[in-house]
């Protein structure tokens, strides 16, 4: 499997320059063509209009939306046209509660998407459905970008948390083209259980299935010295000095990730380098 066709999807004039300049620069590495999904957002929701709301106030914003969309679509083709890649742009209008349904339609036909972190104090509600309908309705691979940071590149050095869930081999099954051209991949195990099936070798099934591929692997087993593990993932990866994290998405439900948390989440929100997820 290789890359070739990626995706990146924006709602907000705030994110679109990083988050298609990071786009290309990784459709660039990998020979791959580019489509940028530019969505202005329709905010009001069907159902719960207050009582005198107007057929006035309902255009007001949809055209609001349909600017947005446009205003979008306009820089994402100045910097797309700056670029020596094959690419398109599309611009759409959605309303908030349509956004993983439209992103799926798109991210279905992808072999990656490139997205902005969904959390975080200068984030839109928008960007969360943005990344669930591209990983879950669309089951696309996902590259949620970090706040800030180097150009994206082909990662030389790669963390993997896992857990030996299936969301967890699903990620490393979607990120092999990147795991194989890595010149260190590092399992990163946490606290393993000690009356598991594998608690003798934690990770040695996946690093002989790795290195039957050709993955330079490593094994890291970690005590869980922090309360969270997704703490303990980030500062072993600062450690490392690893350019990506590979790792599945919402073991959990997503109704409880949400309301407590969890791993991904806690991920998500605090790391600082790209973290590849596919579920």
């Known amino acids: 499997m290789s890359f070739k066709t990626i995706l990146a999807v924006v709602t907000d004039q705030s994110h679109l320059k990083d988050t298609v300049s990071q786009g290309i620069a990784m459709a660039r590495a990998l020979d791959a063509h580019m489509d940028v999904v530019c969505l202005g957002v329709d905010r009001t929701q069907t159902g719960y209009y207050y009582a005198g709301m107007n057929a006035a106030v309902l255009q007001e914003t949809l055209h609001h939306a349909k600017q947005e969309a446009t205003d979008l679509a306009t820089e994402a083709r100045k910097q797309m046209e700056s670029s020596d890649l094959r690419w398109g742009v599309t611009e759409a209008v ?3 509660a349509d956004i993983a349904r439209y992103v799926a339609s798109h991210a279905r036909f992808s072999d990656l998407a490139v ?4 959390y975080g104090d200068d984030r839109g509600v928008e960007l969360e459905p943005v990344v669930e309908g591209a990983l879950f ?3 696309s691979p996902v590259i949620v970008l970090p706040a800030s940071g180097p150009e994206l590149k082909l990662p030389k050095k ?5 857990n030996e869930s299936a969301e967890a081999l699903r990620a490393v099954r979607s990120a092999l083209p990147f795991l194989i051209s890595a010149e260190t991949v590092h399992i990163v195990v946490i606290d393993p259980p000690q009356h598991g099936p594998n608690r003798s070798d934690p990770g040695g099934q996946l690093s002989q299935f790795l290195a039957r591929h050709g993955v330079k692997v490593e094994i890291d087993v970690l005590a869980k010295t922090m309360p969270r593990v997704s703490d303990v993932l980030r500062r072993h990866v600062q450690d490392m000095s690893a350019d990506m994290v590979v790792m599945g998405a919402y073991g959990h439900s997503r109704f409880r990730e949400a309301i407590l948390g969890g791993a991904t989440r806690n991920t998500l929100e605090t790391c600082e380098v790209p973290v590849f997820m596919a579920h």
């Open 137 to 139: 309705e669309g089951q």
């Open 94 to 96: 959605c309303q908030l």
């Open 115 to 118: 997205l902005p972190r969904p």
């Open 158 to 162: 790669i963390a993997i948390g896992w």
